[in-house]
């Protein structure tokens, strides 16, 4: 119970019983003010017994029970229960600044409600999501505090050169500096998983919102396994299309190199998408959700992972993730050994664009080196396939080599991050709306801005990131033929049909895909790439993306929709006759029945 001990709490527990944790918590602050009393002697005696004595007042008992109510807030307003500082407060007795609340009084005695989660997956699970950034933070030196104190001074820096806040240029930079202050507040928030949650997380509305967006997951995403092969297309651009290739045939041909390489990359300490599904969360909003209450709760939350290792989706993700890092890493090695042997300069070894491309993901030539010197000393060979071992290097470059490829493993199979989405959609009202579209909004940042850039770089385009987008635009293409025949419908296979499709499907437009589908569905046809190719006489059908969803359920997100589909299902069971579009509400509105290889059958 040290006050650098990180615990995980229950949050259903802390929440229900504020008065419960405020008086344990206290009396256990004050118990131990007891105990070092007949520890000590001296003038450290006469302060403690002072201390002791107002602590056991009216008035000192409200101080410290102040302070755990601040502490129940804080936890309370972390949905993972992680608190990652001390429970003594900040209160007016030194002695207490001194203390943290220990274990024993958190767990309670016989017949007492336990404030700590002793759930061993949920402490796993917990632990990696939440301590995660505060081990990076530590490990770097990172205090938050002091980050702002120097936004706070370069900011009056610059207002001093603009000659004061009153001048024209000096009148925007306060209002720069608030919304900076804000932004870096938010970043830090959404690390800690505290940003953009409810009052009350355990409110009627906030547990409603949990169940409808877990079940939005089980009756719209049965085919996002599909969706997903135009991840390939983007491993290309990220990675390369040689390495891939390379790799790819060296894995396939050498099981053992592949069994070496797969077990390289587990050392990295590379959370497995099958056991945190951590893509899976980002992309449907659900990392920072309302801790469960009810049996029904507790249910449909428990059918979501199951249903999600149903689609396939976590196993693409990880192993798409360990193959972009082995490819990557094989890469990195080789091109360190070419480097090497002659003496040492890039530029006899690779062109300007290639290096420009290392170099933003913040390999300079120094770098170059060092990764050779770990290489020769801690490098295998396994039949071409160059492993690294990063997990035996040495303290300086491991860190960094681990963090460039797991950042390269999340460009390329595109995982949402923090920076990713705008604002509004981390609000739990947002996350509603926003839900199933964290995807396009980090597609447009790592996938489409990234790629027109290097294929604009130099005097020509960029081969990779010229195959990368044509990749993606034929498994777009097979993506809307595979859906197509899930649903037992015929695609249309004519070259305006596709070309929208790839469009919509490919995933390389982002956000943009999804303004026009909805200009499309808006406008009825008349906008939108279906708007242009009418303008010169080419009829082409509606997108089958979004066929069967309302104008409204593509603005308001997929909630609205399954709010549509309940209405209609309740209201058939006081007509007459049940017609077929009330049948399909209840299709739609079926778990697992929009698995792709099963929806035909159910």
């Known amino acids: ?3 650098y001990t990180p615990r995980i709490f229950n949050v259903i527990n802390v929440l229900q019983d504020p008065k419960g944790f405020v008086k344990r918590t206290t009396d256990d602050i004050i118990a131990q003010m007891e105990e070092a009393v007949t520890k000590l002697d001296g003038e450290e005696l006469v302060k403690a017994q002072k201390d002791l004595d107002l602590a056991k007042t009216t008035r000192g008992r409200a101080d410290i029970e102040h302070d755990m109510r601040q502490v129940w807030k804080k936890i309370t307003h972390s949905h993972t229960g992680y608190q990652a500082i001390g429970l003594g407060g900040s209160g007016r007795f030194k002695a207490q600044r001194k203390l943290s609340v220990r274990n024993q009084a958190l767990r309670g005695g016989e ?21 995660s950034s505060e081990l990076i933070y530590k490990e770097r030196g990172i205090d938050w505090t002091e980050e702002m104190e120097l936004v706070d001074q370069e900011y009056e820096r610059l207002i001093a050169e603009a000659g004061g806040a009153k001048t024209k240029k000096g009148k925007k930079l306060p209002k720069e500096q608030r919304r900076m202050t804000e932004k870096l507040n938010a970043v830090r928030d959404m690390h800690h998983h ?41 491993m290309i651009t990220t990675i390369g299309l040689k390495p891939l290739s390379q790799n790819a045939v060296r894995l396939a041909m050498h ?18 998408e099958r056991s945190m599904a951590t893509r899976m969360h980002q992309i449907a909003m659900t990392d920072d959700m309302a ?40 890469e990195l090695m080789g091109l360190a050994i070419r480097i090497n042997k002659a003496g040492g300069d890039p530029t006899k070894v690779m062109s300007k664009m290639r290096r420009a491309k290392f170099a933003r993901a913040g390999i300079d030539d120094e770098m170059w ?99 990368g987008m044509m990749t993606q635009f ?24 596709l070309t929208r499709e790839a469009f919509t499907r490919s995933g390389y437009f982002g956000i943009f895909a999804d303004m026009n589908a909805i200009m499309e569905k808006a406008s009825r046809g008349k906008l939108g790439l279906q708007g242009a190719y ?66 035909n059958t159910l």
């Open 194 to 234: 505290r940003y953009g949650h409810p009052a009350n997380p355990l409110g009627g509305l906030n547990r409603m919102r949990r169940v409808i967006m877990d079940w939005n997951i089980m009756r719209g995403l049965g085919s996002m396994l599909v969706s997903a092969l135009p991840d390939l297309g983007n």
């Open 111 to 131: 017949g007492q409600t336990s404030y700590l989660d002793s759930n061993y997956m949920n402490l796993k699970k917990k632990h990696i999501r939440a301590m």
């Open 1 to 3: 119970g040290g006050w």
């Open 369 to 467: 080196d060092k990764m050779y010197q770990q290489w020769n000393r801690h490098g295998v060979n396994e039949e071409g396939l160059k492993i690294p071992n990063i997990d035996q290097w040495d303290d300086e470059i491991r860190e960094d080599m681990s963090l460039l490829l797991l950042k390269q493993a999340d460009m390329a199979i595109v995982t949402p991050g923090s920076g990713d989405l705008p604002l509004w959609m981390r609000h739990h009202v947002g996350g509603m709306v926003g839900q199933f579209k964290s995807f396009s909004f980090t597609a447009t940042n790592r996938i489409l801005i990234p790629s027109m850039q290097r294929m604009a770089m130099g005097k020509g385009f960029d081969p990779d990131a010229l195959a």
């Open 474 to 497: 034929m498994l777009g293409t097979a993506a809307y033929s595979l859906k197509m025949h899930s649903q037992d419908r015929e695609p249309q296979m004519d070259m305006p049909t």
């Open 255 to 272: 099981p053992k190199a592949m069994k070496m390489g797969k077990a390289a990359t587990r050392k990295l300490l590379l959370v497995t």
């Open 291 to 330: 801790p469960n209450m009810g049996l029904g709760e507790s249910l449909v939350h428990k059918m979501v992972p199951k249903f999600v290792n149903a689609t396939g989706m976590n196993l693409w993700n990880d192993v798409m993730k360990e193959f972009a890092i082995t490819a990557y890493a094989d």
């Open 534 to 599: 009418a303008a010169f006489g080419i009829d082409s059908p509606e997108l089958s993306r979004y066929h069967s969803r309302t104008i409204l359920c593509d603005i308001l997100g997929p909630t609205v929709g399954t709010i549509e589909d309940s209405n209609k299902m309740i209201g058939s069971l006081f007509k007459d006759e049940i017609n077929r579009g009330d049948i399909n509400a209840l299709r739609r509105m079926m778990t697992y029945k929009n698995l792709f290889y099963l929806r």
